[in-house]
């Protein structure tokens, strides 16, 4: 996505007194990662791998007040946040070019359940960064005869799981040197793989994908195994029970299956309750462990199904 229409989409949503002071700080906006506004905090920008307090530079910090998120608010919502209370029951809403706004307040609850939120303190517009080519290095290692293994990506929160997943559906749906392009359905549960808006995705995840957004994950990779029939089923951060057991039922109507999930290591992820079974019988053909000592996205190492090590520090 071009800098500038990522720097106007951002802009558009926040406060005038907040969209001033983030315009004054110069920021690149290919490494803005995230603007936190928290009411009575300092404004907060993840810039990098380093957060910064705004204005900064010694000048007073600005202090976000309420009248500044319920600005921001209305103007994520288009003046309507209850139009947008499934989201919200989510706890986000995703605005043009597939950025993300986590929001937190008081919630209100019907049946156990969370059914909105009211009061909103806190806001955390996450940058969508789509980085085109980032699965290249990767790609000899979680490919054979010209398909796509089963892969698992093991990463830490922040380190770019989704920014890779995304480029990998795209290159495994257009096809590449490794790969022959084939069917992928996506189940996009939080509108982060595809940004959709308006029922049209923002980001570039291939000519021969589709994608069912805003969809629990096991729910979605049954509807797409019947309606669309895909080669290869793409989702992001699994972890339920009935996630596992959805996968399970893909792979045995050959699917193939890209994963992501939250972990520091092979160690970590072979003892979650809910894939310690799957780790053990060796359904995943490839684990990809990311790190984010200098960038995010960066590959710690590639794992085969028995454990043993493809290659490190790619």
């Known amino acids: ?183 992928v359905g996506v189940v996009d549960e939080r509108s982060e793989l595809g940004g959709c808006y308006l029922g049209v995705a923002q980001n570039e995840l291939g000519m021969r994908t589709d994608i069912l957004d805003g969809c629990p994950k096991a729910q979605g990779m049954l509807m797409l195994i019947r309606s669309m029939a895909p080669q290869v089923i793409a989702v992001d951060e699994i972890g339920a029970p009935e996630d596992i057991r959805a996968m399970e039922y893909a792979m045995q109507c050959g699917c193939t299956l890209i994963a992501s999930v939250h972990g520091r290591d092979m160690e970590e992820v072979s003892e979650k309750p809910v894939l310690s079974e799957l780790v053990r019988r060796k359904r995943f053909e490839r684990y990809v462990v990311l790190e984010n000592r200098k960038r995010p996205g960066e590959i710690r190492a590639v794992f085969d199904q028995r454990g043993s090590l493809l290659c490190c520090g790619l």
Request: glycine residues 8%; proline residues 3%.
């Open 1 to 183: 996505m071009d800098v500038n229409r990522k720097q106007r989409q951002i802009l558009s949503v926040l406060a005038r007194p907040v969209r001033a002071v983030v315009e004054g700080a110069g920021l690149d906006f290919g490494q803005v990662r995230e603007i936190r506004m928290r009411i009575a905090k300092p404004l907060i920008v993840v810039y990098g791998n380093e957060e910064r307090l705004l204005p900064g530079d010694g000048k007073e910090r600005h202090i976000v007040t309420r009248e500044e998120m319920r600005e921001t608010l209305e103007y994520v919502s288009h003046y309507s946040l209850y139009a947008y209370e499934q989201e919200m029951r989510q706890g986000f809403i995703t605005i043009e070019g597939g950025h993300r706004v986590g929001v937190i307040g008081k919630a209100i609850l019907e049946q156990d359940r969370v059914k909105n939120l009211q009061y909103i303190s806190s806001v955390n517009i996450r940058v969508a960064h789509e980085v085109i080519g980032c699965a290249d290095k990767v790609f000899p290692y979680i490919t054979k005869n010209r398909q796509i293994c089963h892969t698992l990506i093991i990463s830490p929160p922040c380190c770019g799981k989704t920014t890779l997943i995304r480029d990998l559906i795209r290159q495994v749906s257009d096809g590449n040197a490794y790969v022959k392009g084939c069917s």
